[in-house]
């Protein structure tokens, strides 16, 4: 991931606590709705994507993001159902 931010400040921010990194407000838009789709699926509603679309989200974009949330939910899921090991580089605190 440190590849992809370039900027380790903000990558240990995100890491430690993501609710107050410093990012721009499309990001928070789009951390925040795919944080709820994680852990409470069931109180999504419509005004979770209009909120992504007033801060610059195309339909494309949130579909993107839907389905990358979705699918790490799905391969998390099946590796939880079938015992797999979490890998030795992943410190326990994030699990």
């Known amino acids: ?4 931010v370039h900027e380790e400040e903000l990558l240990a921010s995100l890491e430690s606590d993501w609710r107050n990194a410093d990012v721009s407000d499309k990001q928070r838009a789009m951390l925040n709705y795919s944080f709820k789709l ?7 509603e ?12 195309s339909d494309r974009d ?19 159902g ?4 979490v890998e030795s580089w992943i ?5």
């Open 46 to 57: 419509q005004s979770d994507v209009e909120n992504l679309r007033q801060v610059g989200f």
């Open 62 to 80: 949130i579909l993107d993001i839907a389905e990358v949330v979705a699918y790490y939910a799905y391969a998390n899921r099946v590796a939880d």
């Open 38 to 44: 994680t852990a409470t699926p069931w109180d999504m």
């Open 82 to 85: 079938l015992g797999v090991s």
């Open 91 to 95: 410190p326990d605190e994030t699990i």
């Open 1 to 4: 991931m440190s590849e992809l």
